[in-house]
């Protein structure tokens, strides 16, 4: 029993990959899914956070990609259970754009005290904010593992061979044949199976046929048809022996096919925290957009409340000029923000979608964010050494880096048997036999083989004739440096995989104390620019009402104007640092996904 529970097992895997690679990949389809269009109203896409995130599930490309690399894992394991070698995998994963609201951000930059400023785009988006990057997970280097001892093919074989001849051979000699030319008809047909095993032991069944024809009164019997059955079985005893070995690459395809789904769900995890901060970034440089509508509306009430005390004559004509470059430079604030927003809505449009800005549809559409910015009044944030633990249990980049390191394991036995002699055990057992009609021109035949092709299977059969042989072939090289090179280069490999391994776990907990101290920061932020905001709210106030009492000037009206923009501003900025370092450290813990809903059997057939 305990034997049938893991054969079944392999069967059943088997054949779900042979069923796979059979009917083979789901065709390339790049029409968006039903919820892009469910999404669009009246020419605009609603989006809340988990909608943003499931439309990068069903719709972005980089997580279609690889969709298809567990097809790929599949037909490397049916391509080892034959024998083969593994082909390997692509270790790519595609990050999102880093997007307007990036580093590089606007938002970031202090306005300063400036007076009838404003900021001027000279140059299209860097590439580098529009697309994607590549992390490469490979933990293995670029030099692939050396293949060691061949592995026999472990699918049977049929073979077969058919071929007839007619030849004559003039004679020198009359009495050698008694003919002055010989005459021969030749007629071969042979059939047999091959087949390897796991133990690195070869089997060949021949059944050998020929059937013959001679002019010559030398032969007693013609035509004659002799047969042979023979088993021929080789069995290394050093090099190339053993399940463990030759079932090397079934085991690392096997692997390799638990790696392809981990891949699959580290992409999940790429998407979703991408998918995220653009999110957040957008919802930022949106509200950053009301922040200079309200700038411009100020500007536009001093220029007004400026235009009627130089009416009265109250002011001087200058102040007039200066509140209308306040205007004009409000306004172009203004106009860089909205920029700032179709940018980065077209950013995030081709990451949530298959076909991108070419949907006229979705590249005409306004993005509607219906999540706004949101720090909770308290951090719930477990102890540090939980969420270490939590990392190193969940992130899928982790799991595929110890498998990879498994399968330098592997691989490293395949590479130190190769240095064994190559000792072998040649066994072979065959049974033959004869028959056929009387040669006319024979002188007192032999009758023991006389009859047809039946009398002679009947001969095979009863074992009439048989022949047994059993040897050892040896080929000891005096030396191997090939094999002690490849030996040595996948011992180096294994120990550099392992320390990448490390390094990475080292990463994860870097990642999880980076994106802690980010909230902590972020949040100190947040209260500072709040706090700051409220003083400068208050403070504009205040110099309004000097002005407005003719205390003051609208220069600094307009200084207290610019401060209280930029408040606002980085009170923007704080909030959507804390809420993308929140994300960062669901990233680094490997629980964005299930934050976000998204569920990974769902996933992989392309709905959310």
Not at 81 to 95: A, D, H, K, P, T
Not at 380 to 407: H, I, T
Request: net charge neutral; hydrophobic share 45%; charged share 15%.
């Amino acid at each position: 029993m305990t034997m049938r529970i893991p054969v079944l097992g392999y069967v059943a895997v088997a054949l779900a990959c042979a069923s796979l690679v059979a009917a083979g990949p789901p065709a390339v389809t790049l029409q968006n899914s039903p919820r892009v269009n469910d999404l669009l109203r009246a020419g605009n896409l609603y989006l809340s956070l988990q909608d943003a995130v499931a439309l990068a599930v069903e719709n972005n490309l980089d997580v279609e990609l690889q969709r298809y690399g567990i097809f790929l894992a599949d037909s490397d394991l049916l391509r080892t259970r034959g024998g083969g070698v593994v082909r390997g995998l692509s270790y790519n994963i595609g990050e999102a754009p880093t997007g307007i609201g990036g580093p590089a951000s606007p938002l970031l930059i202090a306005l300063g005290n400036r007076f009838g400023a404003s900021t001027v785009p000279t140059n299209p988006s860097e590439l580098g904010l529009l697309g994607g990057i590549q992390s490469n997970l490979s933990v293995l280097g670029a030099t692939p593992l050396s293949n060691g001892p061949a592995v026999p093919s472990l699918d049977p074989a049929l073979t077969g061979a058919w071929s007839w001849n007619r030849q004559t051979v003039p004679q020198n000699y009359l009495a050698q044949y008694g003919v002055n030319a010989l005459v021969t008809g030749n007629m071969l047909a042979n059939a047999g199976v091959q087949q390897g095993f796991s133990t690195g032991g070869q089997a060949a069944l021949a059944f050998s046929n020929s059937r013959q024809s001679l002019n010559t009164f030398h032969s007693d019997y013609s035509p004659f048809t002799a047969s042979s059955l023979g088993l021929t079985v080789t069995q290394p005893l050093l090099r190339g022996f053993g399940r463990g070995l030759n079932r090397r690459f079934i085991r690392i395809a096997a692997n390799e096919r638990k790696i392809s789904r981990l891949l699959f769900n580290q992409q999940l995890i790429a998407t979703a925290y991408g998918v995220t901060r653009l999110y957040i970034d957008l919802v930022g440089l949106s509200e950053d957009v009301r922040v200079k509508q309200q700038t411009v509306e100020l500007a536009e009430r001093l220029y007004a409340d400026t235009k009627a005390q130089v009416e009265e004559g109250t002011a001087a004509e200058i102040e007039v000029t200066r509140a209308n470059a306040q205007v004009s430079a409000a306004q172009q604030d203004l106009i860089g923000a909205r920029g700032l927003v179709e940018e980065q809505e077209a950013i995030l449009k081709n990451v949530v979608t298959r076909k991108g800005l070419y949907d006229s549809a979705v590249a005409a559409a306004h993005i509607v964010a219906t999540d706004p910015l949101r720090v909770p009044d308290q951090d719930q944030v477990e102890p540090v050494q939980d969420l270490v633990s939590q990392a190193l249990a969940n992130r899928p980049d982790l799991g595929q880096a110890a498998l990879q390191v498994e399968n330098s394991t592997i691989s490293l036995e395949g590479a130190r048997n190769a240095l064994l002699p190559q000792i072998d055990l040649v066994g072979m057992m065959q049974n033959s036999g004869l028959a056929g009609q009387l040669n006319p021109l024979a002188v007192g035949p032999d009758m023991t083989f006389l009859g047809g092709y039946a009398g002679l299977l009947g001969q095979i059969a009863a074992r009439n004739y048989p022949s047994y042989g059993i040897g050892v072939q040896v080929n000891l090289p005096l030396r191997n440096r090939v094999a002690e090179a490849d030996a040595a280069r996948d011992e180096v490999q294994l120990r550099q995989s392992e320390i990448r391994l490390a390094q990475l776990r080292n990463q994860a907990r870097l990642e999880i104390e980076d994106a802690l101290i980010a909230m902590r920061r972020a949040r100190a932020s947040y209260q500072a620019a709040g706090a700051t905001r409220t003083l400068q709210e208050q403070s504009f106030a205040a110099e309004q009402a000097r002005f407005e009492e003719g205390i003051s000037t609208g220069f600094f009206l307009m200084q207290y104007q610019n401060l209280l923009s930029q408040a606002r501003s980085t009170e923007l900025v704080a909030k959507a640092s804390y809420m993308k370092a929140q994300a960062a450290l669901q990233r680094a813990t490997g629980g964005i996904l299930e934050a976000m809903g998204v569920t990974l059997d769902r996933a992989l057939k392309g709905r959310q």
